[in-house]
């Protein structure tokens, strides 16, 4: 077999998600103690890891102090990982796991909903989300991302769900796993993923309604 | 607009790519034929695509310097805890070696108090020998402490009255026959009465006793005068039984039995007023009939030893006069 015939049976590998050989090397090597390895695993799923927690549990400085927490929980307990899932599905739920355990503990984002609720948005925000919402209309996504106003909506009404609706919503529409993965992240049935995501996006409709 | 939770599992399945080719197929009929079900479509649809369009935020810039500087201090923290935890562990180790050592010695005193019991040579108690004349060394304190403890001397008068005297006079001189008593009584023959002064053992007395039980019947009255020096006056019971009497003399002390002769005497008494006496006499008489006075007897393979004088049972004097009146 051919270098790039290796190199194609590698890639397609990665893209499913199962095996990526770069991690494979990153997390031998991490465990003989090579830190510009370790620093290497860090740098490639931090933003992930820190974007989706912050998503969950919506304050920059515990998001922060969660990611870090997250991979040092990671490279601990790398001697562990066996390798049964992906490292991508491992780390993320890690991640998951101790920013839900968070959320329960810390009563903090139950007054952050309750500020959230006191939130007067002004006639041009309503306006757009109007517009965003009518039956006619056809968004473009990455207008709406250029959208201060509505992406500030779009996080508020997203706080307003349960933590377990929140994480499945983040889990597929911003870090765009398919729903196996996130079972396998969350540690639940392929069908739970299912209902849970489909409760949780008729909420959100109910909440983004409700606003205007 | 109603919203079907099914139909919503399914659309959302649908927008996010995750429905076989053959439910695909279903949700582009139903999204063909329905308005409604195509508008809800388009509402999850924007729903998704708000949260997605949300930007992506950056992690700190120092987060991989954060985690190694946080790695490094609990590797320091783990070595000072692991430290803490050789120590403890080695305090914990001595205490436990400590613990078991003393536990040890415990068990080996147990053992040894045991093994010391079982092992260890008794002191054989004093064995009594009886020798005739002679009394063993080790004999004479404990009979004395023993004879301390029972010494009494009892006194009384026993007047029983009679219209067949001579029967019963012949019964009590065949009696006094039959259990060696003719060294310890002096009978007086006075007209119609006769006295049998008798000064013998307890053991004389109650063998003396059981035999009189089997003619009490034949007695019109009996009484017993117990003296004692507690009372100052003779305690008197009227229509004594034979058993009553045995009961009264056989008392450990002459208190006990002053206190034994007032109770019988009471209850004597009371019975003697009770109305219906004679049916109470007659039931009396059929359980005195049932109940006769036990007679000592010799068991087992016990061999009789000859007493020397001046024992204890000596000491255990009886006096009684038994007083037989004749008359109608």
């Excluded at chain 2, 035999?211 to 004692?228: M, P, R």
């Excluded at chain 2, 007659?282 to 087992?300: N, Y």
């Excluded at chain 2, 000596?314 to 009684?320: C, G, I, N, R």
Aim: net charge negative; proline share 3%.
């Amino acid at each position: 077999m051919t270098e790039a015939a290796n190199m194609d049976i590698h890639h397609r590998r990665a893209s499913n998600g199962h095996i990526n050989i770069d991690d494979v090397v990153l997390i031998e090597q991490c465990r003989q103690g090579d830190s510009v390895a370790m620093e290497h695993l860090i740098l490639k799923y931090q933003n992930r890891i820190y974007n989706v927690i912050l998503k969950i549990c919506a304050d920059p400085d515990d998001a922060a102090e969660l990611t870090q927490e997250t991979f040092v929980k990671i490279i601990e307990n790398l001697n562990k990982f066996e390798g049964r899932s992906s490292f991508y599905t491992w780390a993320f739920r890690i991640a998951v796991n101790l920013t839900l355990n968070y959320c329960r503990r810390n009563v903090k984002l139950g007054f952050k909903s309750l500020d959230a609720e006191l939130v007067q948005h002004n006639s041009q925000a309503k306006w757009l989300l109007r517009q965003f919402l009518s039956d006619d209309s056809s968004p473009d996504p990455a207008a709406v991302a250029q959208n201060k106003e509505l992406c500030e909506i779009a996080l508020e009404s997203l706080m307003k769900l349960d933590d377990a609706q929140r994480a499945v919503v983040v889990l597929r529409d911003i870090e765009g796993m398919n729903y196996a993965r996130i079972a396998e992240v969350l540690d639940i049935e392929l069908g739970t993923v299912r209902s849970r995501l489909s409760r949780a996006r008729s909420k959100l409709r109910q909440i983004l309604e409700a606003i205007l | 607009m109603k919203v079907d939770p099914e139909i919503d599992e399914l659309l959302n399945c649908f927008i996010d790519g995750e429905l076989t080719t053959r439910e695909q197929a279903e949700v582009q009929r139903l999204l063909a034929h329905d308005a409604k079900i195509e508008q809800r479509l388009q509402q999850l649809q924007k729903c998704k695509m708000l949260v997605g369009s949300l930007p992506a935020a950056e992690a700190p810039v120092e987060m991989a310097e954060q985690v190694k500087a946080s790695l490094e201090r609990r590797t320091l923290l783990g070595e000072q805890s692991l430290v803490f935890a050789e120590r403890s562990g080695a305090r914990h180790l001595l205490v436990r070696k400590v613990l078991a050592a003393a536990a040890m010695i415990g068990l080996v005193a147990v053992l040894a108090t045991t093994i010391y019991t079982i092992v260890a040579p008794q002191e054989a108690p004093p064995v009594p020998v009886a020798m005739e004349g002679q009394t063993p060394p080790g004999e004479i304190e404990a009979v004395e402490s023993r004879s301390g403890a029972m010494e009494m001397e009892f006194h009384g008068r026993l007047e029983l009255k009679t219209s067949d005297l001579i029967a019963v006079d012949a019964f009590i001189n065949r009696t006094i026959k039959d259990n060696s008593l003719s060294g310890a009584i002096s009978p007086a023959r006075q007209q119609e009465k006769s006295v049998y002064s008798l000064s013998c053992s307890r053991e004389g007395l109650n063998l003396l006793l059981a035999d009189l039980g089997g003619i009490w019947e034949k007695f019109d009255s009996a009484t017993l005068f117990v003296e004692t020096e507690v009372f100052g006056r003779p305690v008197v019971v009227d229509a004594v039984t034979a058993m009553q009497v045995a009961e009264i003399v056989n008392q450990e002390s002459l208190q006990r039995c002053a206190e034994v002769a007032k109770d019988f005497a009471l209850l004597n008494n009371i019975a003697q007023r009770l109305p219906g006496r004679e049916i109470l006499a007659a039931i009396d008489d059929r359980s005195r009939s049932l109940i006769t006075l036990p007679k000592p007897v010799l068991t087992g393979n016990q061999k009789t030893t000859v007493k020397p004088t001046g024992h204890a049972e000596d000491k255990q004097k009886m006096h009684l006069n038994i007083v037989v009146v004749g008359g109608e």
